[in-house]
């Protein structure tokens, strides 16, 4: 029996997994394109420093055999210097770049950790699967767009130095300063220009990679109704929707403690909570009840909002055994039941004159 096409969007459940397994729809492309984003703005605004710090490098370099007779035993405490300049002026930059990086992941995937992603698969290592995926339709898909790339860009290099050969060629009598600034100003403007053809492509492969994450975690009406009765079924699914719903009742059943007009118990072991309103209800309503400690936390709710007590043994068995909450109180304790509401009321009445 062939397999059923998988036309339906993925369940909840489908997407969580995909991602804990670190499957989920994320462009490279884009995180390409915010870097070139935040480095064009961290430059134009560092310009000035970078100037300076680029302009002390040189200096260095140039007046270095002055300062140092370059030996063997020189060389080191030379590095270590170069090495700090180098780490000065790349610091601040590395670590925009960093940064961003890992906002446009967040923004992208959101922020996760992903154990299954990171466990060691041998298959991955087997150079033979190596080989096939290096030949694979989406590793040549992978090589078209590199290629088609990196000649787009190569093109807009072109034809920005075309432009620019002119003014070049006016500048050859220029100071040195003049020079770097219009260096400066031509690299700031080409990589404009290719930012703009990169997040156009950015946006594109952001939207085709959404699709084909979209596609891959399709499910079939099968796949979704086993999903479903495997929920339904798993135990601890059960038994934790039973925990919140008897917590939710509880919760609820306290609540009506408060309203209610009279609490009949059983000393020890039942509470069993009345509410009766002649303009809505034909007969008193049971409203909350229950044994042992929860008849203990009903007796102590009602002493705490002055709902009366009356311990009526009998009464209090009879209604926990024959009702459920939400039920009138059966017709054979009508009787005993409207005894216990006029002694309530009539003590109600002589507390509150």
């Known amino acids: 029996m062939p397999d059923e096409e998988k036309t339906e969007q993925a369940t909840p459940k489908k997407r969580q997994e995909a991602r804990e397994k670190g499957q989920v729809a994320k462009s490279v492309e884009l995180n390409t394109a915010f870097l070139l984003l935040a480095s064009i703005i961290f430059f134009y605004f560092n310009a000035h420093s970078l100037g300076v710090h680029l ?56 922020f996760m950790i992903t154990p299954k992603a990171m466990e060691l698969k041998f298959d991955k290592l087997n150079p033979i699967n190596g080989f096939k995926n290096m030949f694979s339709m989406r590793s040549f898909g992978e090589l078209v767009k590199s290629i088609l790339k990196a000649s787009i860009i190569s093109y807009i290099l072109y034809l920005f130095i075309k432009k620019q050969m002119p003014m070049w060629f006016d500048l050859i009598d220029a100071s040195k300063e003049v020079i770097f600034v219009a260096l400066l100003k031509s690299i700031f403007l080409v990589s404009v220009y290719i930012l703009i053809f990169i997040v156009a492509v950015a946006v594109l492969d952001y939207l ?75 007969a008193p309503k049971v409203v909350a009840k229950g044994m042992n400690l929860i008849a203990e936390k009903i007796k102590e709710i009602a002493k705490e909002n002055d709902v009366d007590i009356v311990e009526k043994p009998e009464v209090a068995r009879e209604l926990y055994k024959k009702t459920k909450i939400g039920d009138e109180i059966p017709e054979e304790l009508y009787q005993v039941v409207a005894e216990i509401l006029a002694y309530v009321y009539k003590a109600k009445k002589s507390r509150a004159s």
């Open 208 to 282: 085709f990679q959404r699709y084909n994450f979209e596609k891959s975690i399709r499910m079939s009406h099968k796949e979704i109704k086993d999903e479903y009765k495997q929920m339904e079924g798993d135990p601890h699914v059960k038994q934790k929707i039973r925990r919140l719903q008897m917590e939710m009742a509880k919760k609820r059943m306290m609540e009506d403690v408060k309203k209610a007009d009279v609490v009949i118990t059983n000393p020890t072991h039942y509470a069993v909570a009345l509410k009766y309103n002649d303009y809505e209800m034909n």
């Open 55 to 110: 302009k002390d490098v040189f200096v260095y370099f140039i007046t270095l055999s002055s300062h140092y007779e370059i030996t063997i035993t020189s060389f080191p405490k030379i590095v270590k210097e170069i090495t700090y300049i180098m780490f000065v002026m790349l610091t601040p930059f590395l670590i925009v770049m960093l940064l961003v990086s890992f906002l446009i992941n967040v923004v992208q995937v959101g």
